[in-house]
């Protein structure tokens, strides 16, 4: 069964920094393009990062482009977005997201979500 | 950026029924378009990809059509378990993909 766990969300004061975490599980993830998307209360789903496969090619939205990282460690079946510089608007629900390649793919399996607050 | 609208915003229909939702494209999309069904505190599933393939294990009364900047889910004979958030999403210029912002699915 395929399973994503996402984790290291919390409450952050402005400007500071959270990582992260996708645990993968039931899939080989090293021959899967791997997405973050975010949620913000009330509802509209944004994407915010994509990475490929290999870890190779990388891809941000413009309103993170500069303050997120997203990499992804295939050893350890694992996705991380290190998120820097963080803003109120910042205030989501994180999911990860699975898909067979970056580009026309739809996403096909996602996690749970973790919420990240950014407020003082 | 494609801008994606889905209408309408909420859809209130009894069991048994069928319920149709709409998601418009502010350029073509081609066939790149997938619905996703979202529940609270759930994960959001893939329901269609591709405009009109159900995913893996999704029923057969779930049914996507249209191409280029119009498009349809259809659910036929609504169960309990249907009602929910649905959401359509462009993958055609994508970087950024973008979502509509979703149909709430209500029991009437």
């Known amino acids: 069964e395929v399973r994503l766990l996402e984790s290291g969300g919390g409450l952050v004061q402005p400007g500071g920094s959270l990582r992260l975490s996708c645990e993968a599980s039931?899939?080989?993830?090293?021959?899967?393009?791997m997405t973050w998307v975010r949620q913000a209360q009330g509802g509209g789903m944004e994407w915010v990062s994509s990475?490929?496969?290999?870890?190779?090619?990388?891809y941000y939205a413009d309103s993170v482009k500069g303050r997120f990282t997203i990499s992804r460690d295939n050893s350890r079946n694992t996705l991380y977005l290190e998120m820097n510089s963080l803003r109120a608007a910042d205030t989501a629900l994180y999911f990860c997201?699975?898909?067979?390649?970056?580009?026309?793919?739809?996403?096909?399996?996602w996690g749970q979500g973790t919420l990240v607050t950014v407020s003082s | 950026e494609i801008v994606m609208t889905q209408s309408p915003a909420t859809l209130s229909v009894s069991p048994g029924e069928r319920a149709t939702l709409s998601c418009r494209a502010s350029?073509?999309?081609?066939?790149?378009l997938a619905w996703y069904q979202q529940k609270p505190g759930q994960a959001p599933r893939l329901l269609i990809y591709?405009?009109?393939t159900r995913a893996t294990g999704i029923p057969a009364r779930f049914s996507g059509s249209g191409s280029g900047t119009e498009f349809t889910l259809t659910i036929t004979s609504l169960q309990s378990e249907d009602f929910a958030i649905y959401y359509c999403?462009?993958?055609?210029?994508?970087?950024?993909?973008?979502f509509g912002q979703g149909t709430k699915l209500e029991i009437k």
């Open positions: 999403q462009q993958y055609d210029d994508w970087a950024p993909y973008t």
């Open positions: 997201a699975k898909a067979p390649y970056v580009g026309n793919s739809a996403f096909d399996y």
């Open positions: 591709g405009a009109s």
């Open positions: 039931g899939f080989t993830l090293d021959i899967y393009a």
């Open positions: 990475i490929s496969s290999s870890g190779g090619n990388t």
């Open positions: 350029q073509s999309v081609h066939s790149y």
